[in-house]
């Protein structure tokens, strides 16, 4: 099982960009999907986390900004950024728990990031 990131860039703020992590290999279910980010010279940290049920928590810095959304038939996750600052210039990282067998123990995956740089 690994995870594919993709849809990094240049954008200028106030711009928006979509990020997507899909899931290559066979899997049984996706408990908990997200995505963290990690700033030059910064401890990496959480962006948004969604459980499989749909509930989510998102960094104070991001929330009403940055929408996360899954496609279940694709195990594929996706972060919508809209109004991007500046400061959201980081490296971003796909996470999922995953369950390989139904019933099985899940393990964590992290994709390879995608850089996103905010600036004019």
């Known amino acids: 099982v690994q995870l594919q990131a993709s849809g990094g860039g240049l954008v200028q703020p106030g711009g928006s960009l979509s990020l997507s992590c899909a899931v290559s290999g066979r899997i049984s279910s996706i408990d908990i999907m997200g995505w963290y980010r990690q700033a030059p010279g910064k401890q990496r940290e959480l962006v948004v986390i969604m459980a499989s049920g749909g509930s989510t928590n998102y960094a104070e810095s991001v929330k009403g900004r940055f929408t996360i959304s899954r496609d279940n038939a694709k195990n594929t996750e996706y972060l919508q950024m809209n109004s991007l600052k500046p400061e959201d210039t980081a490296v971003y990282y796909c996470?999922?728990?995953?369950?390989?067998?139904?019933?099985?123990?899940?393990?964590?995956?992290w994709g390879q990031g995608t850089l996103v740089t905010v600036s004019s």
């Open positions: 996470y999922m728990n995953i369950r390989a067998t139904t019933g099985g123990p899940a393990f964590s995956y």
